[in-house]
């Protein structure tokens, strides 16, 4: 018998010979034939995590910092601005209102203490060539007790008389004054008052001065005139 195996291998064609060395290829598991490593072709370039970095064109750093919002840091800061100018107005007109009220007073209880002391040289200053002067000048600047008292029978042309009698001339000086008290009810202060009388005769010659205390009870009415609404001696006075 002829063995035809090997007579169809001895009598193979070139081109039977490559389809068998093709389907031989195909059935192959991927990779390298052998244990040596694929050959990289030259264009391709293994680059490393630096030369990443390298090529990299962004900077490394924080994130950009976010703008503020302008309009509205500006609205506030005018707000806050607009707030403290109030404020500081509102304290320099209360400032303001209490130093007028504190003058107010003031010059009001100076005129307490003026009025008690212009009462006090009405009532004892005169000379002979205007007694009826002086004494009118004293009634018309008191009210009050003192005025019902003067206004009684005929206290005025009786004072006037006993001045002419004197036949002497009579100055006041004071010497010192203070306000005790006012009573905001009543509209009448307390004045105490320190005054120093000196009697002349006819002849030029002074009589010793006389010191004399007094309370004057001034009165302020409701046009704010205030007159002599009582006298009084107070204390130890003389």
């Known amino acids: 018998m002829t063995d035809t195996t090997s007579g169809d291998t001895a009598t193979q064609t070139p081109e039977s010979a490559r389809k068998g060395a093709a389907r031989r290829r195909a059935s192959r598991a991927a990779g390298p034939a052998s244990g040596t490593a694929p050959e990289v072709p030259a264009h391709v370039v293994v680059g490393?995590?630096?030369?990443?970095?390298?090529?990299?064109?962004?900077p490394i750093g924080p994130p950009p910092r976010r703008q503020p919002h302008r309009t509205l840091v500006?609205?506030?800061?005018?707000?806050?601005?607009?707030v403290l100018v109030a404020a500081m107005a509102g304290v320099v007109a209360v400032l303001l209102h209490q130093q007028r009220q504190g003058n107010a007073e003031a010059e009001r209880d100076q005129r307490f203490v003026d009025t008690a002391q212009q009462t006090v040289v009405n009532m004892f200053s005169y000379t002979q060539n205007d007694i009826d002067d002086s004494v009118n000048r004293f009634v018309n600047g008191i009210s009050g007790p003192l005025r019902d008292m003067m206004s009684q029978g005929n206290n005025v042309e009786n004072l006037?008389?006993?001045?002419r009698d004197t036949n002497a001339n009579s100055e006041a000086v004071v010497n010192g004054s203070a306000l005790e008290k006012i009573d905001?009810?009543?509209?009448?202060?307390?004045?105490?008052v320190s005054v120093r009388v000196t009697v002349t005769n006819i002849d030029g010659v002074n009589?010793?001065?006389?010191?004399?205390?007094?309370?004057?009870?001034?009165?302020?009415?409701?046009?704010?005139?205030?007159?002599?609404?009582?006298?009084?001696?107070?204390?130890?006075?003389?």
């Open 160 to 163: 006037k008389a006993i001045f």
């Open 184 to 192: 905001e009810t009543a509209d009448n202060a307390s004045v105490l």
């Open 207 to 238: 009589a010793p001065s006389k010191p004399y205390r007094l309370r004057v009870i001034v009165h302020e009415d409701d046009n704010g005139r205030m007159t002599g609404y009582d006298l009084k001696y107070p204390d130890g006075g003389n």
């Open 74 to 82: 500006t609205g506030l800061a005018l707000g806050v601005a607009l």
């Open 48 to 58: 490393s995590p630096a030369a990443a970095t390298k090529r990299s064109t962004s």
